[in-house]
């Protein structure tokens, strides 16, 4: 795994393995706090879930996360209760006021979105957002860790910290 801290605050890592992208979830999931808000952007197949299961490992969820593509919402239990939302099949805005985002918001959990184009303006702007970029190797990935709010910022600089890169 590779990785740099970016001056905007920004982390970029490189991963060339399935293995390490969960790894670097999991390292991020012992960092995250409740209350935590992750916007994950991405074409299909780009690890977002994959890195979403390593968070339920690095949260110690009683159990590892799953696609939720069919259930729109996964909630996992743990010390810190965790949703999983993929709103891919949502059309507009409306339909994604019928899931009641705020009341998981004021839930002390972490709340982690994929396809959250019609929830990014319902949920807090203080968040991580993350893009997922293939690479080069049939599984190399880019993170991109992108802070939305000083404590992400100190979160990404911890990370980078973790993970052997020097800011």
């Known amino acids: 795994?590779?990785?740099?801290?970016?001056?905007d605050g920004s982390g970029v890592f490189v991963t060339e393995h399935p293995k390490e992208t969960e790894e670097l979830g999991a390292r991020l999931g012992r960092r995250?706090?409740?209350?935590?808000?992750?916007?994950?952007?991405g074409d299909l197949g780009s690890g977002k879930t994959l890195f979403t299961q390593g968070i339920t490992v690095g949260l110690q969820a009683e159990d590892q996360a799953t696609s939720p593509t069919f259930a729109l919402v996964?909630?996992?239990?743990?010390?810190?209760?965790?949703?999983h939302l993929d709103l891919y099949r949502l059309n507009s805005p409306a339909e994604v006021q019928?899931?009641?985002?705020?009341?998981?918001e004021a839930e002390?959990?972490?709340?982690?979105?994929?396809?959250?184009?019609?929830?990014?303006?319902?949920?807090?702007?203080h968040r991580l957002e993350v893009f997922f970029q293939r690479g080069a190797g049939d599984f190399e990935r880019t993170l991109i860790l992108k802070p939305q709010g000083e404590e992400y910022i100190d979160?990404?600089?911890?990370?980078?910290?973790?993970?052997?890169?020097?800011?």
């Open 74 to 83: 996964h909630k996992y239990e743990g010390p810190i209760p965790i949703y």
């Open 98 to 104: 019928a899931l009641a985002l705020e009341e998981m």
């Open 108 to 125: 002390a959990a972490v709340i982690i979105v994929e396809w959250g184009e019609y929830a990014q303006n319902i949920l807090s702007p």
């Open 1 to 7: 795994m590779k990785g740099e801290l970016l001056p």
């Open 155 to 167: 979160l990404i600089k911890e990370l980078v910290n973790d993970a052997g890169f020097r800011d």
């Open 32 to 41: 995250l706090h409740s209350g935590a808000l992750l916007f994950l952007w």
